[in-house]
């Protein structure tokens, strides 16, 4: 069974940096991607970015191309989020999760999910 684990969320101002960690664990084989999600109050979730497993490619959302950078550590089991330059518009909770299906964007291929962390960037 895969558990996923987020954790490096905090509150910050506009303009500050945070990295978001989600730790796995479980079986990897059958994994093609693992991607980061966040949903603002009163908002749909929304897709920030995914990394294809194999390949180690990764694929950004254009709200936050060029400002998030997503990096991994195989020996930690450890997917990263890098994130700069953060805006009050990246404020929501922040969710990693793991499909067997795509490396891409749809959430809905995404079937294994962890409990969130919180982003809150203030003007």
């Known amino acids: 069974q895969v558990r996923l684990a987020e954790s490096g969320g905090g509150y910050v101002q506009a303009g500050d940096s945070l990295r978001l960690s989600c730790t796995t664990s479980g079986r990897t084989l059958s994994r093609l991607g693992l991607g980061w999600f966040r949903q603002a109050p009163g908002k749909e979730r929304e897709y920030v970015a995914s990394m294809a497993w194999l390949t180690g490619s990764t694929f950004y959302a254009d709200t936050v191309k060029g400002r998030f950078t997503l990096s991994r550590d195989n020996a930690k089991n450890t997917l990263y989020l890098q994130m700069n330059s953060l805006k009050p518009e990246d404020t929501g909770v922040y969710y990693c999760?793991?499909?067997?299906?795509?490396?891409?964007?749809?959430?809905?291929?995404?079937?294994?999910w962890g409990q969130g962390t919180q982003v809150t960037v203030s003007s």
């Open positions: 999760a793991e499909s067997r299906l795509t490396f891409r964007s749809d959430s809905d291929e995404y079937d294994v």
